[in-house]
Every structure is written in C-alpha cells, then in structure tokens.
C-alpha cells in the first residue's frame, strides 16, 4: 500500500537542506570581460578564458566579489578576511575546460542565518535557517539535447552546447540541516526561498528570475523514523525553478522515499529531476562526494582578501530587509494581512509603492494594480508592469480623486492606455471621456428618470433614500456613465424634496 504525505509525516521525520544558486547581474562574467546577456545567439558571448584555452589567465570580476559579500551581509553571515578559489574537477561537456572554478573549503561568507514565517496550524511560526556558506562560483555551459522525447539526454540523437553561460557570475548558498520542520517541510522550504528571493531583488545583484534559471533550488531531503535520532540517506533534486515545485519537489521527496523504505528498500544518495508534470522526481546521477571532485587552489588567481573599510562601507549601503519594510509599509498604508500578502505574492509590491510615491492613495493603487490592470495581464500572460508605466496609473487615480474621472471612465481611459492610444491625458481626449458635472446637463437626465421611475421617486419622497439608488443608475446610465455620481445624488435628493 503506497503511503499519502499526511500518513508518511506520522511515521517519518523529514530534514530539508536547500542548496540556491543565484546569477548575478554583472554585465561581464566572473573572469573575464565577456558580456552576459540572456538570450543572445548560442556561443556568441564567448573567449579564450571562458572557453578554458590553453594559455587564457582569468582575472577575478570586482563586481562580483562586492555583490557576493552585500549577500552575506543580508545574511548575517561573517566575511572571511581570506578566501580563495579551486578546480573542481568533473567531466561533463557543459564546462569545455573540464574543470569548474569555485570556492571549496574557504569560501567568502559563512556562519550566517535566515528567518522565515509560515502559517501552521498553531498560528504564525518562525522558523530560522541557518546558512553554511556563501560561496562564488562560474556557472557551467547549457546542454541541449535533442531527438528524444524528453529533451533529456537519454533517447536523444544528438546534443548542442551553448557556451554563453559558462563563466556567468554565480552564488550558491548553502543551508545547513534543517531540522525539526516535521509536516511543514515542503512550507519551509517554500518560504525560505522566497524570502531569500525578496533579499537577493532587494540588493538588486540579480534579477532572481526563476524561470530563466537565474535564481534555481537544489532540494536536499531525507527521512528517518520519528524520534530515531538518526539522519536518512539523502537525495538531492537538482534545479528546481519556481516556489510552487520547491514546495512540490519535498512532498514528492517524502512520498518516494518512505515508500520505498515501507517495501524494504533502501535510498540511493543520488541527483534527481523534478517532473513538472507529475511533481515526482526520478533519477539523476549517482552523487559525487568531494573527493570525487579532486578539488584544489586554484593556480592562476590570487586569494580574495576583502579590506575590512570595505566590508564596512558595504554595511552602509545594505537596504531595509524585506521583511522590515513590509511591516512598514502595512503600518503605514493601513493593509490588512491578507491584502498585504496579496501584492507579496503578485508581486507588486514595489510597483504599488512606487504608484504611491507619486502621490497616488495606497488604497487605489492596491486596488488598480491588483484588480482590473492584472487581470489584463493574467488573460495576456504578460506582467502587470509591461502593459502600463506607474506614472500613468498614478495619472489616473489622480484624476478620481480630483473628481475628473469615474471609475467607470477611469477604467476606459486605462484600457486606451493599455491598446496604445496614448497617456491618459490622450485618451481622454480622444474619447470624450470628461465627467458631465454641468448641473443643467445632469437635471434634465434627472427629470427623465423621475419621469420614467414615478412609483419609486415618490417612495424616496416619502423618505426612502435608498430607493435613490435606481434613479442615480438610471442617470448613470443616460450620460454613458459620465456624471460625477455623487453630484447627482446631491442634485436627486435635492430635486425630490429630501
């Protein structure tokens, strides 16, 4: 009988490690001057040094050094006054040079922590990360095989590289054992990497784009029986690319391996591919221990040593945490919980505060840019931000708000703007979309809606204001949704003797 998570949770404790790695957004690579843009033609952002050509001497970025210590800093990790690179040595295709330059036994940043919250069902609970290691690395060359069903390399015909990504600034942070989680692991995980996600865009040293593979999540989990004292055999779930299949590669994780351990078998310490599809994970490759890597100094460059005026200059610039300024802005803006954990999760967060900076009501840029703006973008599949600029949200709520639009026309005049019509301003124009607030205008539309809803003009006379509701929709109505309603309920009441 194969075992669910809830039953496989009452018998086994999980530990979670979590390995990230995180591109950075320098403009040249680790060690050498070539550019990094994504997306450009395979194997045109390449040269001697990232290539691994005989005589070819790497020279360490500067850039890359600064944004791995401010990520350490963000970490509360200590900087090491010394570290240094080594060749770890493998023979994959992916680095032509058959060695990858990292940082093994001294890396930059170490001793550092992370506290993450998450909902459980003893209310809200912290639960603290602690952080191995931060360490610089070059990212590997990008396999493409193809001829096979799976665009693995089993069943393919052939296989193309693609050396553009080879020698890319990369970060790995590792976490040490996470204990203690129990059924909340695959929420712990999630949660870590997202915060983890909001630092690294907070420091602005990578764009933490998890579907382009800029920011991807090793999951390292094992189970033991409860209160065995003992750790499993661990299986490592390489390059897991959103929250959702974090969460769902660890559910996967535990279902598997107790499965397996229920019918006797044991757990093979191996790398393992996350299946979107299905949310299990099956074979990698058997894992490598250090040693199999045959890691030493590397020759060709000189240690880092971090002069400590610079460390603490680094300091200076570190921004708010995330979490602290979340905290603040839902104590300034007045959010309730589960509005504010709406923009974090959309996130629009930075959007809607910069809508505001504008001058724009919290409120309504929350609601403009969570409510009728995405879901545009939800049917186009695109982001909120790439179908219009904030300057011209905050245009528009500005407008409400001085009583020159409804938010009926609001809505017309953002739905010009999205199809390219212009500013709001243009489309206004354009459109004739300008609230009718002449009170002559709007007495004759009263008149003919007393007219037409006789019964109910005299139920309001006779003290029904509610009732008013009709006869303001019927105006509403017959000026195209242009009339400044609340001057037509003034004007209504006033008109009917109340």
């Known amino acids: 009988m194969s075992l669910n998570y809830d039953q ?72 090491a006054p010394y570290s240094r690179f080594a060749r770890k040595n493998y023979f994959y295709p992916d680095m032509p040079k058959n060695f990858q330059t990292s940082q093994y036994d001294e890396p930059i940043c170490v001793n550092g922590y992370l506290d993450v919250q998450i909902q459980t069902d ?70 870590y990497v997202a915060a983890l996600r909001d630092i690294l865009r907070g420091l602005k040293v990578s764009d933490v784009k998890m579907e382009q593979g800029s920011l991807r999540c090793d999951v390292n989990l094992s189970l033991a029986q409860v209160n065995s004292g003992k750790l499993g055999t661990r299986s490592e779930t390489k390059n897991v690319n959103s929250l959702r299949s974090v969460e769902r590669a660890v559910i996967g994780e535990v279902i598997r391996q107790a499965n397996r351990l229920e019918d006797g078998e044991r757990i093979i310490q191996e790398t ?17 221990q250090a040693e199999d890597y045959r890691y030493f100094p590397e020759p060709d460059l000189v240690p880092v040593v971090p002069d400590a005026k610079w460390i603490e200059e680094l300091k200076k610039i570190l921004p708010e945490k995330p979490a602290d300024r979340r905290k603040r802005l839902q104590t300034t803006w007045s959010v309730p919980d589960k509005e504010m954990a709406a923009m974090v999760n ?54 409400i708000t001085k009583g020159e639009l409804t938010d009926k026309l609001a809505r017309q005049v ?41 019964e109910t003009a005299q139920r309001v006379r006779e ?16 000026t195209g949704g242009q009339a400044d309603a609340a001057k037509v309920r003034e004007l209504l009441l006033k008109h009917l003797g109340q």
């Open 8 to 79: 496989v949770i009452e018998k086994y404790e999980p530990t979670l490690g979590l390995e990230v790695h995180v591109e950075l957004n320098t403009k040249s690579k680790m060690f050498c001057s070539c550019a990094t843009e994504f997306g450009a033609l395979p194997n045109t952002q390449t040269c001697p040094v990232c290539l691994g050509l005989p005589g070819a001497l790497p020279v360490v970025n500067k850039r890359a050094i600064e944004s791995t210590i401010l990520i350490g800093l963000a970490l509360n990790c200590s900087i």
């Open 122 to 191: 003893e209310g809200d609970k912290t639960f603290r990360i602690e952080i191995e290691r931060v360490h610089m690395e070059e990212d590997t060359g990008k396999s493409l095989h193809v001829g096979g069903s799976t665009g693995r390399i089993h069943g393919a015909e052939y296989s193309l590289l693609d050396y553009n990504r080879a020698g890319i600034p990369l970060v790995e942070i590792v976490t040490k054992i996470v204990p203690d989680t129990g059924k909340y692991a695959p929420q712990v995980a999630r949660a």
């Open 272 to 288: 393992r591919h996350f299946l979107e599809e299905s949310g299990q994970t099956r074979p990698g490759r058997s894992k490598e």
């Open 346 to 399: 959309a996130e629009l967060l930075d959007t809607v505060e910069e809508t505001v900076l504008l001058g724009a009501d919290p409120t309504k840029a929350r609601s403009w840019w969570l409510g009728e703006i995405s879901r545009i973008a939800n049917d186009r599949s695109v982001l909120a931000t790439e179908l219009i600029s904030v300057k011209d949200v905050a245009q528009v709520i500005a407008l």
């Open 414 to 454: 953002v739905e010009g703007v999205i199809a390219g019509e212009g500013s709001p301003a243009d489309v206004i124009t354009k459109r004739g979309l300008k609230v009718v607030s002449d009170d002559s205008q709007l007495m004759k539309a009263i008149i003919d809606a007393v007219a037409a809803q006789a």
């Open 463 to 478: 003290g029904n204001i509610p009732a008013a509701g009709a006869l303001i929709g019927a105006v509403m109505k017959a």
